[in-house]
């Protein structure tokens, strides 16, 4: 599917759009800084739930890309006022090290808690955990999770993701995990606001056909496809969705914009 209409702004995905692990992909920093020339406003969007939004920022001085902290949204962010917005509830944090001081401010309970958080938690899933887990859903938790990505890139290639263990989760219990990033409507929408535009006039630009592409499309965006992090040529034949465009890297995304500006 091809459009023409202007797009006035952007979000875009981080991990696997800029980045692969500690190596910046070709062209990042330059585009940004194409954009910015423009005068096109953007956000970064990203489901990463190892880093709060300041250490991401770092991360990517380090490799020469130019973020504002500031324009970060990312899921550890929303999570934290999905949270603060349900008053002060207890809550049994799953979540990575580095990220549990964005969450200080909420009372712990590893017993019957109001919610349970799941982030990014590496290789600490085992039967027991999730046994654990389990409990204290059928005593009452409700499960909360940043995203519910199947697979992320890594240098080494896809690794599976937390989705697996949220939708093992959800079976045993019976309760339907509340999703707070990507595709999560209100997640778009919260970003959308930010760049003071309507959905219409915005592109996501991401490599997962499903998350970015389609969560983004269901809520009105148009969606560009990146050939670069978790894109498989396999994956995109398997999908429903269909991206409005579809580029190799983000290299090629200030020549896009241009034919769609007219």
């Not at 269909?242 to 034919?259: K, N």
């Amino acid at each position: 599917m091809q459009t023409t209409r202007a797009i006035k702004g952007l979000l875009l995905d981080m991990d696997g759009v800029l980045h692969i692990g500690d190596r910046a992909i070709p062209g990042a920093a330059a585009t940004l800084y194409v954009l910015r020339e423009r005068g096109i406003p953007f956000r970064f969007v990203t489901n990463t739930s190892r880093r709060p939004p300041d250490e991401l920022q770092r991360a990517m001085a380090a490799l020469g890309i130019d973020v504002g902290e500031d324009e970060i949204f990312s899921a550890v962010a929303a999570t934290r006022r999905y949270l603060e917005q349900a008053g002060q509830p207890r809550c049994h944090l799953l979540v990575a090290d580095a990220v549990q001081p964005c969450f200080a401010q909420f009372p712990r309970d590893d017993h019957a808690p109001d919610f349970v958080v799941i982030g990014d938690i590496g290789e600490r899933w085992d039967y027991a955990l999730l046994n654990e887990v389990f409990g204290m859903l059928m005593r009452g938790a409700k499960l909360v999770c940043m995203h519910r990505n199947r697979y992320w890139q890594t240098e080494q290639g896809l690794k599976m993701d937390i989705g697996a263990f949220v939708a093992a989760l959800e079976y045993v219990s019976g309760q339907q995990a509340i999703v707070i990033g990507k595709p999560s409507w209100d997640f778009f929408r919260l970003t959308v606001q930010a760049l003071g535009l309507t959905a219409g006039e915005v592109a996501i630009v991401g490599d997962d056909i499903d998350s970015d592409i389609g969560g983004g499309q269901a809520v009105g965006l148009r969606g560009i496809l990146v050939r670069t992090g978790k894109y498989r040529e396999e994956l995109v034949q398997r999908s429903s969705v269909s991206p409005d465009h579809v580029i190799d890297s983000i290299a090629e995304l200030p020549d896009l914009l241009a034919t769609t500006q007219g």
